[in-house]
């Protein structure tokens, strides 16, 4: 298992499911509309709409497409 980033700052947080455990999984809070104080990730980075995370349960990193915001745009000639 890779370790926590030294980066990694609980004050950045993100709710999105982690595709490697789902720990969130069955979660009454995280079904819900509201934030569970449980299964969050941690926010590492972001690019415009995508965002680097990692799960402090298993420490998986990913990166995160929201499908919000700017969106490049091809250059037609």
């Known amino acids: 298992?890779?370790?926590i980033d030294p980066h990694a700052d609980r004050s950045r947080r993100?709710?999105?499911d982690c595709p490697r455990c789902a720990d969130n999984r069955g979660c009454v809070h995280?079904?819900?509309p509201r934030a569970c104080t449980e299964h969050w990730r941690y926010?590492?980075?972001h690019r415009g709409?995508?965002?680097q995370l990692q799960c402090p349960t298993c420490a998986?990193?990913?990166e995160?497409?929201?499908g919000f915001g700017?969106?490049?745009r091809r250059h037609r000639r």
Do not use: K
Request: glycine share 4%.
């Open 60 to 62: 998986h990193l990913w």
């Open 49 to 51: 709409r995508r965002l």
């Open 70 to 72: 700017y969106t490049p």
């Open 1 to 3: 298992m890779l370790p």
């Open 14 to 16: 993100a709710w999105v």
């Open 30 to 32: 995280c079904a819900g």
């Open 43 to 45: 926010l590492l980075a």
């Open 64 to 66: 995160h497409d929201t």
